[in-house]
Nanobody, 128 residues
Framework: QVQLVESGGGLVQAGGSLRLSCAAS????????MGWFRQAPGKEREFVAA????????YYADSVKGRFTISRDNAKNTVYLQMNSLKAEDTAVYYC?????????????????????WGKGTLVTVSS
């Protein structure tokens, strides 16, 4: 089992920044590719970003490319999502996920169906 706990969400004005964290416990964190997904009110869950086991492979949704950066610190069992130039349409609950499959596989799983482990999410609200 892997337990995932997200933090760092909150209310921010458009154009601002937030950094989300996802702390993992349980099995060996570095064995897992990690992903961030989000779900806005009334919408389906969607892929945001993914990172490979060692951090060398990173993948982004087109909607966040150039604004968001995913990173991980395997010594701290934590994955991060730095979000810059936030827009109102970034408002959502953000979830992290862990999976034994490669990060590029996560990136093609646009809804996150079937991924191994999920956190409970953290709410990001961007005011316009």
């Amino acid at each position: 089992q892997v337990q995932l706990v997200e933090s760092g969400g909150g209310l921010v004005q458009a154009g601002g920044s937030l950094r989300l964290s996802c702390a993992a416990s349980g099995r060996t964190f570095s064995n897992y590719a990690m992903g961030w997904f989000r779900q806005a009110p009334g919408k389906e869950r969607e892929f945001v970003a993914a990172i490979s086991w060692g951090g060398g492979g990173r993948y982004y949704a087109d909607s966040v490319k150039g604004r968001f950066t995913i990173s991980r610190d395997n010594a701290k069992n934590t994955v991060y999502l730095q979000m810059n130039s936030l827009k109102a349409e970034d408002t959502a609950v953000y979830y992290c996920a862990a999976d034994l499959r490669p990060a590029d596989t996560i990136s093609r799983n646009l809804g996150g169906t079937g991924l191994d482990y999920w956190g409970k999410g953290t709410l990001v609200t961007v005011s316009s």
